[in-house]
């Protein structure tokens, strides 16, 4: 089965300032998608970023992007000019790519303050 | 495009209840899932339903079920309610065969369920 961990529970960056948040996960898959969700306090989980695992390329959006590295199993967020809205649950997703069920397993989040 | 919405938004219901949750799918998913998530924790897979039917389970007792219905909205059915059925249960739509965007898994804002 797959795991992903998050061994942060909490970041702090200010306002203006870049922070990454650290994922790892375990698969003996060779194929899957990784995500980063976000859930503010409206408790509505938002995509943020979406890598798939075939792909070299780091995926960008705008201020987010992610260092993908297949090999040691690692995926972190990369949050650069952080904004006030920024503030919330970050959680990182597993999909795999085969399988009947497109299921998404998470981590434990990182929550993320930011300061003025 | 409309996007998931679910009802209620929140309940509350004794031990031993039995609750039913609404999830409606964004236009053009054909695909639901429903995930529990518990105070601090990240989501948990239950089921998924595609085309009507249930395609994947979680490691979730046979209490919890579910339907998908034509129009691809689905239900949440948990009988004989625990505490621990206290959480957060959030439905998410997709549509696999759609091509990338659509693979993602979008989510609505979630149902509060206490539980005494």
């Known amino acids: 089965a797959q795991t992903v961990t998050q061994s942060q529970p909490e970041m702090s960056v200010q306002e203006a300032e870049t922070v990454t948040l650290s994922c790892t996960y375990d698969?003996?898959?060779?194929?899957?998608?990784l995500f980063w969700y976000k859930q503010p306090p409206s408790r509505q989980m938002i995509l943020v970023i979406r890598?798939?695992?075939?792909?070299?390329q780091n995926a960008t959006e705008n201020r987010f992007s992610v260092n993908f590295q297949k090999a040691a199993k690692s995926f972190s967020l990369k949050i650069s000019d952080s904004q006030l809205g920024d503030a919330a649950m970050y959680f990182c997703?597993?999909?795999?790519?085969?399988?009947?069920?497109?299921?998404?397993?998470f981590g434990t989040g990182t929550r993320l303050q930011v300061t003025l | 495009e409309t996007g998931v919405t679910q009802s209620p938004t929140h309940l509350i219901k004794t031990r031993g209840q039995q609750v039913t949750l609404r999830c409606s799918s964004q236009?053009?998913?054909?695909?639901v899932s429903w995930y529990q998530q518990a105070l601090g924790q990240g989501p948990q897979f239950i089921f998924q339903?595609?085309?009507?039917?249930?395609?994947g389970r979680g490691n979730f007792p046979p209490r919890f079920s579910g339907l998908q219905f034509p129009n691809y909205s689905s239900e949440l059915n948990v009988n004989a309610l625990e505490l621990d059925d206290s959480a957060l249960y959030l439905c998410a739509s997709s549509s696999p065969s759609g091509g990338a965007r659509t693979d993602t898994q979008y989510f609505g804002p979630g149902t509060r369920l206490t539980v005494l």
């Open positions: 890598q798939e695992a075939y792909k070299q």
């Open positions: 339903y595609y085309r009507e039917e249930e395609n």
């Open positions: 236009s053009g998913h054909n695909t």
């Open positions: 698969t003996s898959e060779s194929d899957y998608y």
């Open positions: 997703a597993y999909r795999s790519r085969g399988g009947t069920a497109s299921k998404l397993t």
